[in-house]
């Protein structure tokens, strides 16, 4: 695993990579870290990719203004860290809940750097049923206890059979505030990366906060360049619930992408 620090205007963006090959980037969710990539990752790198992790802004090393941003600057931390991991060549962006919505915004700033984007168990539009909403936001609230907590989790983000505790501890509540406020200053340029780039939509078949969409509603929503996959027996939490379904996807995705055989 190599380590390093890219700069981005007044952000220090923490970065981590392994493996050899064609770039892929992962971007975690709403308040939560790289980590969560941990056992998705080097799956991905062992097929034969250079696999970049970049660390959202207020976790981990990463640091700068947490104040005023849009999701293009978010973006803009993803790509610098993705160059300053020497990835080399455009990249498959994968974005996960909420990083899909900066791997998209990365097509607008740095279209150059992306050769295809992968949407994992992501909600295709920014609105959200308000019960859905309190169940997120009690996933990392810490005024609630921990059996309430872990019901929010359960509802929200698993599978029935999958144990929520998994995503108990890893949230960053001023992270998750700063993102949100990000995507609320944000224009509408971002939202239909199908129509510049090649886009895998990763649906996870008992998602409570992102349904699993008909492809016709995804070619609605992002527009023509987009396939539709579905992951069984996983919730919108989707990497602890099935990493290598996930791995397997990005794997063919970006082999396909990349003219690999």
Do not use: C
Request: glycine content about 12%.
């Amino acid at each position: 695993m190599e380590r390093g620090v890219a700069g981005h205007g007044a952000a220090k963006i923490a970065w981590q990579a392994e493996g050899e090959g064609s770039a892929v980037l992962l971007l975690p969710s709403l308040g939560r870290g790289a980590e969560d990539f941990d056992a998705v990752a080097p799956l991905v790198a062992a097929a034969g990719f250079r696999v970049v992790r970049a660390e959202p802004r207020g976790i981990g090393g990463s640091t700068g203004p947490m104040e005023g941003l849009t999701l293009y600057d978010l973006a803009g931390d993803a790509a610098a860290a993705l160059a300053a991991a020497g990835a080399g060549g455009p990249a498959v962006v994968a974005g996960h809940a909420f990083g899909n919505w900066v791997a998209r915004a990365m097509t607008v700033v740095r279209p150059p750097l992306v050769r295809g984007v992968v949407l994992l168990a992501a909600s295709i539009d920014t609105g959200l049923d308000p019960a859905i909403r309190a169940s997120i936001d009690g996933s990392f609230d810490p005024a609630l206890g921990e059996a309430e907590r872990l019901g929010h989790l359960q509802r929200g983000y698993f599978a029935p059979e999958h144990d929520a505790r998994a995503w108990l501890a890893g949230w960053h509540v001023p992270v998750a505030r700063m993102q949100r406020a990000a995507t609320a200053a944000t224009d509408a340029a971002w939202k239909r990366v199908a129509e510049r780039v090649p886009t895998l939509y990763v649906a996870a078949a008992e998602d409570r906060i992102a349904p699993v969409p008909s492809e016709a509603r995804l070619r609605e929503a992002l527009g023509p360049q987009v396939e539709r996959v579905v992951v069984q027996r996983a919730g919108h939490a989707l990497l602890p619930e099935q990493p290598e379904a996930v791995a397997s996807t990005l794997i063919s995705f970006a082999r396909r992408l990349a003219g690999a055989r």
